[in-house]
């Protein structure tokens, strides 16, 4: 009977290895895809900035600047729940450059604030109701980081996996959606990524 008990033991002890094993594989793996697809956007950002400037529309920088001053004193004094419902507001109207002002006037006057994740969160809604997935992804990445544990993270993890999907990238997706999964494996998003591995499985 004690041989059957330490037996016991040393199998759950052999389990939680082997799970906190698999656990920063996923880690390591979605760290390793975070920094792949960034160093991709980076590097089209800057192809984009070299045509630009080819095409001599550089000006097109300081009418952006301009703007981007305007809502700075629009939004200034609002507190940060105010500012998340604007950008909800012009999102729902389909204004979606309206909306991604917004947000980067508040993240540039409000670097450190908790609302950082939200704000990430609802610049890659935008971007992700445009079909720009690209661009959506970069956001919905910035939301995990800033904010790992913020609300929006589960939700920010689900939408990238569907970016990846929408890119063509399978294998970027299952990543994501076992990062989801060893993260938030209680939250509503963390069991639908369950369920959607299941069926990758399967397909």
């Known amino acids: 009977m004690k041989k059957f008990f330490l037996y016991g033991f040393a199998l759950i002890g052999v389990v ?9 594989q996923n880690d390591s793996d979605f760290e390793e895809l975070v920094r792949s697809h960034n160093g991709k956007i980076e590097e089209l950002e800057h192809r984009i900035k070299i045509i630009e400037q080819n095409l001599g529309i550089s000006h097109t920088e300081s009418i952006s600047t301009e703007k981007t001053n305007q809502v700075e004193d629009e939004i200034k004094g609002k507190s940060p729940e105010a500012v998340i419902e604007i950008s909800k507001s012009f999102i729902k109207q389909d204004k979606y450059k309206e909306a991604r002002r917004v947000l980067d006037a508040f993240l540039k006057t409000s670097p450190k604030i908790s609302y950082q994740g939200k704000a990430h969160f609802y610049i890659g809604k ?4 445009e079909k720009e997935y690209q661009n959506a992804a970069k956001a919905y990445m910035e939301t995990f980081e800033t904010s790992p544990n913020g609300i929006k993270a589960p939700k920010a993890l689900y939408k990238l996996s569907e970016c990846f999907m929408k890119l063509g990238k399978r294998d970027q997706m299952k990543i994501t959606l076992e990062k ?3 993260t938030f494996p209680k939250s509503k998003y963390g069991k639908k990524a369950s369920e959607k591995l299941k069926n990758l499985k399967k397909s």
Do not use: M, T
Request: charged letters at 20%; hydrophobic letters at 40%.
């Open 16 to 24: 939680c290895v082997s799970n906190e094993l698999h656990a920063k």
């Open 180 to 182: 989801l999964v060893s």
């Open 126 to 129: 935008s971007y992700f109701e």
